[in-house]
């Protein structure tokens, strides 16, 4: 498991993602005893964890309690279709599954507000960061200056290779693609700049999934394990009033 202190430090209850040694943490059924058992390292109640059908896509959901009863974490085939999930409710973990997309948490330790994200290559170039940022923006009133973001384990700059016309086609379009292969670590990291979040409040954890053995990787062995990242706002919960009166 790895942790992100940089966002615990920084008022997170839980900002974490499985890796090899916790066994596969995907959705499927026959996943669940290895998936609640990182929860449980996590101290993460399953019934207190949202998540989405993740379509590689840009539509970010606001999860609350009515959201966690409408979309239940062991009903997956009711979530919405979804990669990006954002709250400011203590207590409610955000997940996504991951096994060589970028994942990506974005943290307001300012007005007490959480996203996290799931970043493929169609959600990087569709640029997912940025819509992440807008979004904390307008429902919370985050202001980009006061957030931390962190790129997660993914299939790194180092290997991650598109084909010869869509390198082309990107790099045409200004993306960081050296050969054939794509940066998705830099993609993000010029998207969340460019929406505002300052340099030094961007973090890569710079842990390729392709050529490091932490982590499950779909490209690497074909499998289906998946990577489960999630983060939880720490305190006590607090009334939709107060909340609004941060």
């Known amino acids: 498991m790895l942790r992100l202190e940089i966002l615990e430090q920084a008022g997170l209850s839980v900002a974490a993602m499985s890796g090899v040694s916790d066994g596969d943490c995907a959705s499927r059924p026959e996943a669940e005893a290895s998936r609640n058992a990182f929860l449980a390292k996590c101290r993460i109640d399953p019934a207190r964890l949202a998540r989405a059908r993740q379509v590689h896509g840009t539509a970010i959901h606001v999860v609350d309690e009515d959201y966690l009863r409408a979309f239940p974490e062991n009903a997956p085939a009711t979530w919405p279709a979804s990669d990006g999930l954002i709250t400011n409710i203590p207590g409610i973990a955000l997940g996504?599954?991951?096994?060589?997309?970028?994942?990506?948490w974005i943290f307001d330790p300012a007005r007490s507000a959480l996203g996290v994200f799931h970043a493929g290559r169609e959600g990087t170039v569709s640029a997912i960061a940025s819509i992440g940022v807008k979004a904390l923006t307008d429902q919370y009133g985050s202001r980009s200056e006061d957030l931390l973001a962190v790129i997660g384990p993914s299939a790194g700059p180092c290997c991650y290779e598109v084909s010869e016309e869509m390198a082309r086609d990107l790099a045409?379009?200004?993306?960081?693609?050296?050969?054939?292969?794509?940066?998705?670590?830099?993609?993000?990291?010029?998207?969340?700049?460019?929406?505002?979040?300052?340099?030094?409040?961007?973090?890569?954890?710079?842990?390729?999934?392709?050529?490091?053995?932490?982590?499950h990787s779909y490209r690497k062995s074909g499998s289906a394990k998946r990577n489960l990242a999630v983060g939880m706002l720490g305190g006590n919960p607090a009334s939709a009033g107060e909340r609004e009166g941060n």
């Not at 996504?96 to 990506?104: E, G, Q, R, T």
């Not at 940066?183 to 890569?204: K, M």
């Open 96 to 104: 996504v599954s991951v096994a060589d997309c970028v994942p990506l």
């Open 172 to 215: 045409s379009l200004g993306f960081p693609v050296f050969g054939r292969k794509l940066d998705l670590w830099e993609s993000n990291r010029q998207q969340l700049e460019e929406a505002g979040v300052p340099t030094g409040q961007i973090f890569i954890t710079r842990q390729c999934t392709l050529c490091g053995d932490g982590f």
